[in-house]
């Protein structure tokens, strides 16, 4: 079938495809980059349903780009692609608070001894450590159950007020600020999560080394390990209640970093 002829028949003009198509774009750089959307969560026609029937339900609410009905096939690809990677660096901004949580897995599954144990996330492809998914999926319920992926879903809507299509790139200020910290503030996340562990199991090594030191015959560090890993978990079950409170503000905060770079405050 002709594309002008279905168009007409469904009563599309060009320059309404060609915002629907932008706007197409800018979600489809936050689905490969933000929480749980860019997780390979279902079946990739389900997602991309998904993906349509957001673009579908956000489009009329989008006002006009400048270059809407006249552009070139040239200026119409380089701005999809600049409203990708706009909806790429919010994603990417608000899915830092999980990347922290992966990070502090990380530290406390060395410090716990649990750093060799891997096991394949089905829904990332790749291998990690046994404590870092745990958390990383912990905090992912938190995400959804505090409906953050409505907030990704209102901000990215509410952003094409904010910044049109068309508009290009944020300034380069604000984005290295954003950036800057997003990366701080991920870093002293995952510090915070894994002190409680680290401290402890520090302590421990520390008694263990003075006990091996005053009786040398005595293997120590073979007991050290599972000491290790009970007091580890134990501490995790101990601060469970505010590792959530911890990450419902965190996960707030990050969002808010996030669309502040699209001049949503």
């Known amino acids: 079938m002709d594309p002008m002829a279905l168009m007409d028949f469904l009563g599309f003009s060009v320059g309404e495809v060609e915002r629907m198509a932008l706007v197409l774009a800018r979600l489809t750089g936050l689905f490969l980059a933000a929480p749980f959307f ?8 389900v997602r991309v349903t998904l993906l349509l029937a957001i673009t579908l339900v956000i489009y009329p ?8 009905g006249g552009a070139s096939a040239w200026e119409l690809g380089t701005t999809a692609f600049v409203e990708a990677l ?8 608000a899915h830092w608070v999980l ?19 891997m096991v394949m996330d089905p ?7 046994v404590l870092s998914n745990l958390l990383y999926m912990t905090s992912l319920m938190i995400f959804l159950a505090v409906n953050g992926h409505h907030w990704m879903l209102e901000g990215i809507a509410r952003s094409f007020t904010s910044l049109p299509l068309g508009q290009g790139l944020p300034e380069s200020a604000i984005l290295y600020e954003a950036a800057l910290q997003g990366f701080m503030r991920m870093f002293e996340l995952s510090i915070l999560i894994a002190a409680p562990v680290v401290v402890a199991s520090k302590i421990l090594y520390l008694g263990m080394g003075l006990i091996n030191r005053a009786s040398p015959q005595i293997q120590v560090f073979f007991v050290a390990m ?6 580890g978990f134990f501490i995790m079950g101990l601060t469970l209640a505010i590792f959530s409170q911890v990450m419902v503000r965190e996960m707030e905060a990050f969002a808010n970093l996030a669309f502040s770079v699209v001049n949503l405050r």
Do not use: Y
Request: charged share 10%; net charge negative; hydrophobic share 50%.
């Open 86 to 93: 706009i909806g790429a660096i919010v994603g990417m901004l």
């Open 61 to 68: 609410l989008v006002p006009p780009w400048p270059g809407e």
């Open 99 to 117: 990347v922290a949580v992966q990070v502090a897995g990380t530290i406390m599954g060395f410090e716990m001894g649990l750093s060799m144990a």
């Open 226 to 231: 599972p000491i290790a890993q009970m007091m």
């Open 123 to 129: 829904t990332s492809g790749v291998q990690e450590g």
């Open 38 to 45: 860019s997780r390979a969560i279902g079946p990739m026609r």
